[in-house]
């Protein structure tokens, strides 16, 4: 087995191959980004975004469930 990936300092577990549907436009965004060497490949993007989205996802819920307890005192 490989050794699990980093990103952004994050550690992901091992890799499973999957293939997604993407906008054109958005596939050459990130096609660009690449070339610009803000992500490394497709998958890097990709496992960034995800990651961001997760993480965004957690702290929107933990608002929430403070909110929940603030407003039940």
């Not at 549907?21 to 690449?34: F, K, N, S």
């Not at 995800?50 to 407003?71: A, G, P, S, V």
Request: overall charge positive.
């Amino acid at each position: 087995m490989g050794k699990p990936a980093q990103l952004s300092g994050i550690e992901m577990g091992r890799k499973i191959k999957t293939s997604i549907g993407l906008d054109e436009d958005l596939l050459a965004w990130v096609d660009g980004m690449i070339k610009r060497k803000r992500f490394a490949s497709r998958t890097h993007a990709i496992e960034y975004a995800l990651q961001r989205l997760k993480e965004q996802q957690k702290e929107e819920l933990h608002i929430m469930y403070t909110d929940e307890i603030l407003n039940r005192q």
